[in-house]
């Protein structure tokens, strides 16, 4: 099973090398080619039904061991977030930073970071894959988003997660992804808020980010400051579950 899942997924990331190479590098840019849109369009549902079928529905990414973490671990994407309310937390340290859980839930919550450190955590070593065509390991530590979903209750009518952020990317306002129960019952998914042993820095992504080990880079959101319960995503924002998803990129990112 772990060479099924490296081949397929070494298989993407030749194939986002040779995008990345031939097109232009950066997701932005690559989100622009109507051609690039059309092969993530059509992608989307084979990934999608071969993971669900070949794969586990709680089989884990590959994890790896301290002497294989990446020297450099790149950030991209936002790297630093303008948002006044942020900055006044960064400077803070985060102290009166508060996650809010709503939607189709039964107890809408706020969590502190240092609430957040209290509840069932993971700590994983993984690598984490760019659509761009880069890859990189890195450990990181952080609330498990199941047990933290029981505690809140979720809703019947609940099938989705939508990660609202702090950053913003162009002109479409705050970045913003969504998985679906499956991934956020995961054992790897995680609230991260540490990495390779140390509290997350703005670049990769301060105070947390989250960690869906099984897909692509840019369904792992930084900044998430509210998460939301919700049946379906059509009204949110472009209707597609995600920033890039809204400019062409498939929703469900496998690997």
Not at 45 to 68: C, H, I, K, M, W
Not at 121 to 144: N, P
Not at 194 to 202: F, I, S, V, W
Request: with cysteine; aromatic share 10%.
């Amino acid at each position: 099973m772990a060479s099924e899942r490296l081949s397929r997924r070494s298989f993407l990331i030749r194939g986002g090398a040779v995008g990345g190479a031939v097109l232009l590098g950066g997701c932005d840019q690559l989100s622009q080619s109507p051609d690039f849109r059309d092969v993530l369009y059509k992608a989307e549902g084979a990934t999608e039904r071969v993971q669900r079928l070949v794969l586990s529905q709680r089989s884990l990414a590959r994890e790896y061991t301290e002497a294989d973490l990446s020297k450099h671990f790149k950030a991209n994407g936002s790297t630093r977030v303008a948002d006044p309310l942020y900055r006044q937390a960064l400077l803070g340290g985060f102290t009166d930073w508060r996650l809010k859980i709503d939607g189709l839930v039964e107890r809408p919550t706020a969590l502190s970071l240092a609430e957040l450190r209290t509840l069932p955590a993971r700590t994983q070593i993984t690598r984490h894959d760019c659509v761009e065509g880069w890859s990189a390991i890195g450990k990181w530590t952080g609330a498990q988003l199941g047990p933290l979903l029981q505690s809140v209750g979720l809703k019947p009518e609940a099938r989705y997660l939508v990660f609202h952020c702090a950053d913003k990317l162009g002109r479409t306002g705050n970045y913003y992804e969504s998985i679906d129960l499956i991934d956020a019952f995961h054992p790897q998914t995680i609230l991260a808020y540490d990495m390779n042993g140390a509290a997350l820095t703005e670049p990769h992504g301060a105070p947390i980010r989250l960690r869906v080990e099984r897909q692509l880079g840019y369904k792992h959101a930084k900044y998430v400051e509210r998460i939301e319960a919700v049946s379906n995503f059509a009204m949110i924002r472009g209707g597609r579950g995600g920033f890039w998803e809204d400019l062409g990129y498939e929703w469900y990112a496998g690997i």
